[in-house]
């Protein structure tokens, strides 16, 4: 199983930063260190969204509405990725998710909310 546990998120003013967080404490870490995982997002009334995903090797790609301000990272001793986001805009705000494909499956965590006050 590939339970994935986010953290992280809160409310922050316009141009502030977070930091989130996904964890998967019950991957195994032969596994966990071969899967690319994505960070998405999904704003109210909207459809969830690709953020930034991040290979095995490190390769990281971001959305366009992201690039220069979000950062992923992955940290496989502690099998969690981290999503540095500075510079934080009101149109940020949504539920950010991670996700994994692993096992034959796609799974995905609860969700952190992240709210970027104007």
């Known amino acids: 199983q590939a339970q994935l546990v986010e953290s992280g998120g809160g409310l922050v003013q316009e141009g502030g930063s977070l930091r989130l967080s996904c964890k998967a404490p019950?991957?195994?870490?032969?596994?966990?260190?071969?899967?690319?995982i994505n960070w998405y997002r999904q704003a109210p009334g909207k459809q969830r969204e690709s953020v930034a995903s991040i290979t095995s090797e490190r390769f990281s790609n971001y959305a366009d509405a992201v690039k220069g301000r979000f950062t992923i990272s992955r940290d496989n001793s502690r099998k969690t990725v981290y999503l540095q986001m500075d510079n934080l805009k009101p149109d940020d705000t949504g539920v950010y998710y991670c996700n994994v494909n692993a096992y034959g499956n796609d799974y995905w965590g609860q969700g952190t909310q992240v709210t970027v006050s104007s």
């Open positions: 019950r991957m195994i870490t032969s596994v966990y260190n071969t899967r690319t």
